[in-house]
């Protein structure tokens, strides 16, 4: 993973999480677990891929849309996960930190009053690539353009999207008696434990992935 993509999902020091019941502390993800994690990634957009494909086949006239969706299902099927578009993410260390952002953070996302800045800066980042911070609100309250980088569909996935980031923590956790329904129960609610715990893991687990 190329330095600026990494920065852009730094994690902060691993802390102990409560998940139904037990005490979980992150751990780096085996290849056999990042490569679950990856196939679940691109089964899930594949679905949604042909599911927003089908909503719009009612644009063609009835006797072509069996055709059509065949077609579409057999070059989908043959997807891995480098055929997913790439995404943005964003650098925590280049966030701007203003009054203002701080604010927003507190008032709007729920975030602990007091926080370091290092972990303002991750939870800001984790914001924007969740589109809850938008790049116009961004831009007005640290008078800065949100600082934008690219990265590969599943790194932005496990970090950015609700789907991916409980796949993720599930994935750390579930050799430990904890199940994917706990997660969303315990955490699911808590946009700012997601995060900082999907960088967590994420980090701990770049060596395992060749990023180290």
């Not at 599911?51 to 069996?66: G, I, K």
């Not at 050799?175 to 997660?183: A, C, L, M, Y």
């Amino acid at each position: 993973m190329p330095d600026d993509v990494a920065r852009s999902v730094g994690a902060s020091d691993p802390k102990p999480t409560m998940i139904g019941g037990k005490e979980c502390v992150p751990r780096p993800l085996g290849i056999r677990e990042l490569t679950e994690v990856e196939r679940d990634c691109l089964d899930r957009y594949k679905r949604q891929y042909l599911e927003t494909y089908s909503r719009n086949l009612d644009l063609l006239p009835e006797a072509e849309r069996v055709g059509v969706m065949a077609a579409k299902l057999d070059e989908v099927s043959r997807w891995d996960i480098d055929d997913l578009p790439p995404k943005h993410a964003h650098d925590p260390d280049r966030i701007r930190l203003t009054d203002g952002l701080k604010a927003w953070l507190t008032d709007t996302w729920g975030v602990e009053v007091g926080l370091a800045d290092p972990r303002l800066r991750r939870l800001a980042a984790a914001a924007l690539d969740q589109d809850v911070l938008t790049g116009a609100t961004y831009e007005r309250l640290a008078n800065a353009k949100p600082p934008r980088v690219k990265v590969p569909y599943v790194h932005w996935w496990i970090t950015g999207a609700y789907d991916g980031m409980i796949t993720l923590i599930w994935a750390c956790f579930r050799n430990s008696g904890v199940t994917r329904e706990q997660v969303v129960e315990s955490l699911g609610g808590n946009m700012t434990v997601l995060s900082e715990l999907s960088r967590d893991i994420e980090k701990l687990s770049a060596p395992a992935a060749g990023n180290g």
